[in-house]
């Protein structure tokens, strides 16, 4: 059974940095889809970062390019989003997300309903 727990958020002011962990118990299958969404109230859940697990780099809305990394943490089986130069448009919820599929095709791995498993969330809140 896959499980994802999140953990890291939290509030902070503009310009800082933070640094979400997933930790994924019993993966999908030995590679998968990872993937950072998030939302704010009445709004569409939002893709943010997305890597295939196994080696290689990530991929990133155009929003965090150059401001958040996505990572693998091998010794903790967990999936990390560093967020650097945060700012007020960042707060949101923060969902971790993996499916064996998902990124199989470019478009598609930004496609929240292509995710079957998905932690509670962690809040980051951004303040000006």
């Known amino acids: 059974q896959v499980r994802l727990q999140e953990s890291g958020g939290g509030s902070l002011q503009a310009g800082g940095s933070l640094t979400l962990s997933c930790v994924v118990s019993?993966?999908?299958?030995?590679?998968?889809?990872a993937a950072w969404f998030r939302q704010v109230p009445g709004k569409e859940r939002e893709g943010v970062a997305v890597?295939?697990?196994?080696?290689?780099?990530?991929f990133y809305a155009d929003s965090v390019k150059g401001r958040f990394t996505v990572s693998e943490d091998d010794a903790n089986n967990a999936i990390n989003l560093q967020m650097n130069s945060l700012k007020p448009e960042d707060t949101a919820m923060y969902y971790c997300?993996?499916?064996?599929?998902?990124?199989?095709?470019?478009?598609?791995?930004?496609?929240?309903?292509?995710?079957?498993?998905w932690g509670q969330g962690t809040q980051v809140t951004v303040a000006s």
């Open positions: 997300a993996v499916d064996s599929l998902a990124c199989l095709e470019r478009a598609e791995m930004w496609t929240p309903s292509m995710y079957h498993h």
């Open positions: 019993g993966p999908p299958s030995p590679r998968y889809c």
């Open positions: 890597k295939f697990t196994g080696g290689g780099g990530g």
